[in-house]
């Protein structure tokens, strides 16, 4: 399966995704990384495994020829597969509509809980260590073009009755992100976890 990943950060899921085709694992082919941060670490990890690493962001363009930009990137390309991972930009409409059930994203809780606008980084597991929750999780979702409301496609739940703070909780859960995303493209492109 051919996935394009798109990525803001320091690209801890990207690199999972790479170990695991690097093992044998995962049977994709990454064709390009995009991102929206010049600095952001996904497009070194990208560059320092010979992958295309694209820097395209919203604030160089007026909003159609960002779009216009995305979409030529893409039509370049041709993932099968647009995978986010860390991702902080809404996918623009058009290209959600385009690619219909072929944009996938990891979410570090169990939605629909913990989910939306400003759930993002520590504010997740701030909130839910706040509520006193005895789990969390890593949730895998169909992107459309709300934040964090496309159908679920697989959860795996974290227990928390070792964390003492919001960063340990996200600590063990960005663990299980890395085994739970690879895992989760490969059912997908066994179609074993069907989009449709
Ligand atoms: C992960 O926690 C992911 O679930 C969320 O953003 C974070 C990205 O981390 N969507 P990384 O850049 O893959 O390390």
Excluded: W
Excluded at 25 to 52: K, T, W
Excluded at 87 to 92: D, E, H
């Amino acid at each position: 399966m051919r996935i394009g990943v798109f990525a803001s950060g320091r690209g801890s899921n990207l690199h999972a995704i790479i170990n695991s085709i690097n093992k044998g694992e995962l049977d994709c082919r990454i064709e390009f990384v995009l991102s929206n941060n010049s600095r952001s670490g996904a497009l070194e990890i990208a560059r320092s495994h010979q992958i295309p690493a694209i820097h395209l962001s919203e604030k160089n363009f007026s909003s159609e020829t960002f779009e216009d930009s995305l979409l030529q990137v893409l039509k370049m390309y041709k993932p099968e597969l647009i995978v986010l991972a860390g991702y902080m930009k809404l996918i623009p409409k058009i290209v959600v509509d385009k690619y219909a059930k072929k944009i996938v994203n990891i979410h570090p809780a169990l939605l629909p809980k913990y989910g939306g606008k400003n759930m993002y980084g520590l504010n997740i597991h701030k909130e839910v260590f706040e509520s006193k929750e005895i789990y969390s999780g890593v949730t895998v979702h169909i992107v459309n073009s709300e934040y964090d409301k496309g159908r679920i496609l697989y959860q795996e739940k974290v227990d928390l009755a070792n964390c003492k703070s919001p960063e340990e909780i996200a600590e063990k859960v960005l663990k299980v992100e890395h085994l739970v995303y690879p895992k989760v493209l490969q059912m997908i492109s066994e179609k074993k976890i069907k989009l449709n």
